[in-house]
C-alpha cells in the first residue's frame, strides 16, 4: 500500500499564494506519475497538473502560467505551487500517485483550498 500524506491548503485572498504538498510513505519506492486534482462542489473531480519520475509535466489549461508542479523523488514528495489564485480555484485538492507495479492508483485525504474575491 501506499499512504499520501497532504498539507497546506487554507484561506487566501485573490491574486494570492498558495503552496501543497504531498507525501508518499508505505510501499513509495514504486511510485511512479503523481498529481494534484481538484473538485469543486457540485463538479467532477478534475485534472489540474500530473508530473512523472522523469519530471515530465502536464497542467491543465486553467492553471497554465500560474500554478507549478514538482517532485522530489528521494523523499517522495509532490508540491504544487500555487500564484495568482482566483476564487475558481476554490476547491478540495487531491493528491494522487500512481503504483507502477503492481499497478494501483492511490488517493490523499484532500485538502480544502479557498480563494476569496
Known amino acids: 500500500q501506499v499512504q499520501l500524506v497532504n498539507s497546506g491548503g487554507g484561506l487566501v485572498e485573490a491574486g494570492g499564494s498558495l503552496r501543497l504538498s504531498c507525501a508518499a510513505s508505505g510501499s513509495s519506492f514504486s511510485v511512479g506519475t503523481m498529481g494534484w486534482y481538484r473538485q469543486a462542489p457540485g463538479q467532477e473531480r478534475e485534472l489540474v497538473a500530473t508530473i512523472t519520475r522523469g519530471g515530465t509535466t502536464n497542467y491543465a489549461d486553467s492553471v497554465k502560467g500560474r500554478f507549478t508542479i514538482s517532485r522530489d523523488n528521494a523523499k517522495v514528495t509532490v508540491y504544487l505551487q500555487m500564484n495568482s489564485l482566483k476564487p475558481e480555484d476554490t476547491a478540495v485538492y487531491y493528491c494522487?500517485?500512481?503504483?507502477?507495479?503492481?499497478?494501483?492508483?492511490?488517493w490523499g485525504q484532500g485538502t480544502q483550498v479557498t480563494v476569496s474575491s
Open positions: 494522487k500517485a500512481d503504483r507502477i507495479f503492481p499497478m494501483k492508483t492511490f
